[in-house]
């Protein structure tokens, strides 16, 4: 099955990407790993999209999904994909099918914005161990103190309120139109995400047999 996976930042898709790839044993394909991959291994289209991003641009969408396409000839995604990241405009949509990626399903992870800033905006981590807290969800024992190394907890600029709201308006304006795109085609499924991960779990599993 070959999948997308929607949501705004902060909705979950990682964690139910994950879920979905040891439900149906196939990888997720992020874009912006397959971009460093192939930035990495030095190929063709990698040194086209360096050459972009030398230059402080944005990598074109043609190049972008060439680098997919080029990703999913291998191996590991003869029985399907989940592609979290990309599309994000219409445009890009458009490319994809014109580039001949075939796309099952649509999963959508629908979560209000307050809850998402709520989630977002309580995140601490530890800039030293890497070990990642919640105001209100995972606490550490001594306030603002990492559980396992001890050094500060600190909010990422991207966990800021002003700076997750800004993004979430991006995702309104930009990404949320392609649920229109999906429901149109006959490929969209949309899940109510659950305060409760496994909840939403069971919600997505279930999208995938309806």
């Given at each position: ?5 929607l949501?705004a ?5 990682g964690?139910q ?17 397959i971009?460093r991959e192939?930035?990495?291994s ?13 230059s ?12 997919i ?12 994909f ?15 099918d ?11 992870i ?14 601490r ?6 070990a990642?807290y ?9 306030e ?6 001890g ?6 600029k ?7 709201k800004?993004r979430?308006q ?13 429901e ?6 949309i ?20």
């Open positions: 099955m070959n999948l997308i996976l949501g930042p902060g909705a979950g898709k964690t990407a994950e879920v979905i790839s040891e439900h149906l044993h196939i990888p997720t394909i992020s874009t912006g790993n971009i192939a930035l990495k030095g190929t063709e289209l990698g040194q086209k999209a360096k050459s972009f991003m030398d402080g641009a944005l990598v074109p969408d043609e190049i972008v999904i060439e680098i396409k080029e990703r999913l000839t291998e191996d590991d995604c003869q029985n399907g989940i592609l979290d990241g990309f599309p994000r405009t219409i445009p890009q949509a458009e490319a994809l014109r580039m001949g990626v075939q796309i099952d399903r649509v999963i959508d629908e979560v209000a914005d307050d809850v998402i800033a709520r989630r977002v905006s309580g995140r981590v530890c800039l030293a161990c890497g990642t919640h105001l209100d969800y995972k606490k550490s024992k001594v603002g103190v990492c559980d396992k190394c050094d500060t907890l600190v909010q990422r991207d966990d800021h309120p002003d700076t997750v800004e979430l991006v995702y309104h304006d930009q990404t949320e139109p392609l649920k229109s795109y999906y149109a085609a006959g490929k969209l499924k899940v109510y995400g659950q305060e409760e991960v496994k909840d939403t779990s069971a919600l997505v599993l279930a999208a995938l047999e309806g």
